[in-house]
Every structure is written in structure tokens, then in C-alpha cells.
């Protein structure tokens, strides 16, 4: 039998308008933010499935306001270590920075994580939803990153991990037509 995924992007931060890495920073969405979420409509969900971050809390508040959230802390956004709350232009002239960039961003970020075992913890959390929900629709707002390493991993047609990421707020409407051995998620619509 296949359900309905939808998985939605947090709206936006004071960190992206100013494109930091922003990770474990547990900030709120800015007002900006908050209003373009406003203009957004969705069928009602009864459980939305968010991660621990508050903005992806305040994003499933705004989108599914009779939503009951689910947290799950593995669907947090990618551990950025030193470069945390920092945006490329603070970081020009780091060697760490540089080594990771010419590493495509898999190498491990001192004090942080590395690019493999996020997408693993992300895709772990993922499957662990699909056996335990049997539910026609599961709706998710999570992290630009969880949405990559997710669909990376298991949509249909195949892109790469960075062409997955979606704007602020927005997302991807998906078909899960099969979860074993793993799962197989259908592009229906970016929404």
C-alpha cells in the first residue's frame, strides 16, 4: 500500500537571511519568516513529525496548528561544529574551512559532525517513523539537510544530495510505494 510523505523545510531564520551554518543554534523563526509561512496552506495533518529545533517546531505550529508534533531528535539539522553561526564570508581564511570545502563538505567539521554519519542518523530516523506510523499521509518539518539526506537516499527520480534543497518553508510532496527493504519514495510535487 502506498502513503502520502510530505516533508517541509523550516521557515526562515535570522541565520539564513544571513546564510550562516546553523546547525545546533536553537534560534525562532524571524518575522519575515513567520509571515511568508502565513501565506502557505496545507491539507490539516494530525501529526506533524519535527525535529527538537525550535524553528521547525514554530514552522509545524504555523503550517498544522491543530497538529500534535512528534519529536524526534535525530531529525535535527547537521552538527556544524566551529563553523557554527557563521557564514562563509566570517569563515574566508580558515584553513578548517577550506579543507572541508575542498573535501565537498563530507569531511568531518572539527567539533561537529561529518556529512556521512548525518545523512545516516537522518535516514535512520526516517525508516524508524516509516515501520512505527502506518498512517495514509506522514507529514515532516524538518531541516534542509534532513530533507537532503532523506531524499537523497530513497526518491525517485534519483538527484544528489544538494539538489534536494528546498527555500524556506517549502518542500516536497512525495509517494512512499515501498519501505522494505528500504524505502522508495515517488516525486509527485515540490510544494
Known amino acids: 500500500m502506498s502513503r502520502e510523505i510530505l516533508i517541509l523545510r523550516h521557515g526562515m531564520t535570522d541565520g539564513n537571511r544571513l546564510h550562516r551554518y546553523n546547525g545546533r543554534t536553537d534560534e525562532p523563526l524571524c518575522e519575515e519568516g513567520r509571515e511568508a509561512l ?5 491539507e490539516p495533518a494530525a501529526r506533524v513529525y519535527v525535529s527538537p529545533m525550535l524553528r521547525s517546531r514554530e514552522t509545524a505550529q504555523i503550517l498544522f496548528p491543530a497538529a500534535a508534533l512528534s519529536i524526534v531528535d535525530d531529525l535535527r539539522e547537521m552538527d556544524f561544529g566551529i563553523f557554527e553561526n ?30 556521512a554519519d548525518f545523512r545516516t542518523r537522518c535516514c535512520d530516523a526516517f525508516r524508524s517513523i516509516l515501520t512505527a506510523d502506518s498512517s495514509d499521509r506522514l507529514v515532516f518539518v524538518v531541516h534542509g539537510g534532513t530533507i537532503m539526506s532523506i531524499l537523497s537516499e530513497y526518491a525517485v527520480p534519483r538527484r544528489s544530495y544538494y539538489d534536494w534543497n528546498p527555500h524556506n518553508g517549502r518542500g516536497y510532496r512525495l ?10 519514495l515517488e516525486l509527485l510535487e515540490e510544494v
Open 38 to 42: 502565513r501565506s502557505i496552506s496545507h
Open 86 to 115: 557563521k557564514s562563509y564570508l566570517d569563515l574566508n581564511g580558515s584553513a578548517e574551512y577550506q579543507a572541508w570545502l575542498d573535501s565537498g563538505c563530507t569531511a568531518p567539521i572539527p567539533e561537529g559532525e561529518c556529512l
Open 175 to 184: 509517494l512512499l510505494t515501498q519501505t522494505s527493504p528500504q524505502p522508495a
